[in-house]
């Protein structure tokens, strides 16, 4: 299985920042790597599929990058409604696995 | 605008066997991977297995030999089966469209409790 791993865990960061969460995959992945954004109560959202590619309607300030093994979401300026977790999805093998989330708080 | 409804039983008995329908509902379950994914309370993301339209499974090897994914395409549904559920089954389980999860139902929560 290709395990995911992300980091950090939990992250506070100001309205305005920039923030960067990084997914790390045990094994070469290409590109296909999703993102998802998971507010409590609420099913995941798709952000981001195939490492870079923005899904129709959700902001341009969330971006996401890499391949192979290191991959990155970035939100380039943090607003109230980003707080949540984000998770990274492998889907290069099966089984499909997740990342184990990292949470965003507003400091 | 295509969207995705579970349903089932919130409580299920040791030993059992948790049964869940994933209806489709404003377009077809033609195409793409159709999958289960869980997250027990509190918890993360697990992935459960897939299905695409003509009955092709995949499944997560942690819990293959106890799941059975399916697909009535009359119905435009696709099920889960779990048997001999124990405690650690108790989850929110979504389904969902495709590799990309783009489409999520949901979520039904289920307990495992005598």
């Known amino acids: 299985d290709i395990q995911m791993t992300q980091s950090p865990s939990s992250l506070s960061a100001s309205v305005g920042d920039r923030v960067t969460l990084t997914c790390q995959a045990s094994?070469?992945?290409?590109?296909?790597i999703n993102w998802y954004q998971q507010k409590p109560g609420k099913a995941p959202k798709l952000l981001i599929y195939?490492?870079?590619n923005l899904e129709i309607g959700v902001p341009s300030r969330f971006s996401g990058s890499g391949s192979g093994t290191d991959f990155t979401l970035t939100i380039t300026s943090l607003q109230p409604e980003d707080i949540a977790t984000y998770y990274c999805?492998?889907?290069?093998?099966?089984?499909?696995?997740f990342g184990q989330g990292t949470k965003v708080e507003i400091k | 605008q295509v969207q995705l409804q579970g349903s089932g039983p919130g409580l299920v008995k040791p030993s059992e066997t948790l049964s869940l329908t994933c209806t489709v509902s404003?377009?077809?379950?033609?195409?793409?991977?159709w999958g289960w994914i869980r997250q027990p309370p509190g918890k993360g993301l697990e992935w459960i297995g897939c299905?695409?339209?003509?009955?092709?499974?995949h499944y997560n090897p942690s819990l293959k030999s106890r799941v059975t994914i399916s697909v009535d395409t009359s119905k435009n549904e696709f099920s889960l089966n779990l048997s001999s559920v124990t405690a650690a089954d108790t989850a929110v389980y979504y389904c969902?469209?495709?590799?990309?999860?783009?489409?999520w139902g949901p979520g039904t929560m289920v307990t495992v409790s005598s």
């Open positions: 969902a469209r495709r590799s990309a999860f783009d489409l």
């Open positions: 404003g377009g077809s379950i033609g195409s793409y991977y």
């Open positions: 299905i695409n339209y003509s009955g092709n499974t």
């Open positions: 094994q070469d992945s290409r590109k296909y």
């Open positions: 195939d490492a870079s």
């Open positions: 999805q492998q889907y290069h093998n099966f089984p499909w696995t």
